[in-house]
């Protein structure tokens, strides 16, 4: 590699770098000067407020996003630009999702985990008015990669929601709490849509063992009946 094409790498780096700053400082910007501190209350659809949330919020997904935040995924410069934008983040939490919708009202606790592709959802619309409210995730928790926590729920210090879960508007996982262990007809969460359910309604029906429910279905495709 000639000394060129190291200064060609090296200046690219920088120049992506300082590119994904200026972006997050766009951002930033447009965040206060358009909507200023977002707080927990309801707005008419066709309102200023609403507009403007709009289209700070098009800030982030189109130019801070494809520049910055989709490649700092769970860094500490990824904590530091959701602060700026109003997110009350904790130390040494591990965040791998920028959808903070309304960022004043999202509060991720000291260690806590907040998966990738997750979104911590502060408002919801309902009968022409958006309502806000805040999504707290206490110290230690996790939330599980593709999931969604909606206005009003907290979910409690070391608790852990699941991958791809919903924790519904208003609702908590008490401290130390999965959300598989819920109580769910007479048993838990967990015997109703888990392996072991399968497994224990094949058993009940067909009277034989399976390991799971590829094995049922493998067999119900060799013999429907």
């Given at each position: 590699m000639c000394i060129r094409d190291r200064w060609t790498y090296l200046l690219g780096g920088l120049t992506w770098m300082g590119v994904g700053v200026v972006a997050v400082a766009s951002a930033v910007v447009a965040k206060w000067v358009l909507v200023g501190k977002h707080r927990a209350g309801e707005h008419p659809l066709y309102s200023w407020f609403v507009w403007f949330n709009e289209l700070q919020d098009q800030f982030i997904e189109v130019i801070a996003a494809p520049w910055f935040f989709n490649w700092a995924t769970g860094s500490g410069e990824m904590n530091l630009a959701l602060r700026a934008l109003g997110v009350k983040i904790g130390p040494g939490a591990w965040?791998?999702?920028?959808w903070f919708p309304e960022t004043d009202?999202?509060?991720v606790g000291a260690g806590a985990t907040v998966g990738p592709g997750t979104?911590?959802?502060t408002h919801l619309f309902q009968d022409r008015v958006m309502s806000l409210d805040?999504?707290?995730i206490e110290a230690s928790a996790t939330?599980?990669?593709h999931s969604v926590s909606l206005p009003g729920s907290v979910i409690g210090a070391g608790a852990t929601v699941g991958p791809g879960s919903l924790v519904m508007r208003g609702d908590e996982v008490p401290a130390n709490g999965w959300v598989y262990c819920l109580?769910?007809?007479?048993g838990i969460v967990d015997e109703a849509f888990s392996t072991r359910w399968v497994c224990g309604r094949y058993r009940?029906?067909?009277g034989q063992e399976i390991s799971g429910a590829r094995e049922a279905a493998e067999r119900h495709a060799e013999d429907p009946a």
């Open positions: 965040v791998e999702s920028y009202l999202c509060v979104v911590v959802q805040t999504v707290t939330l599980g990669a109580p769910f007809e007479g009940e029906l067909t």
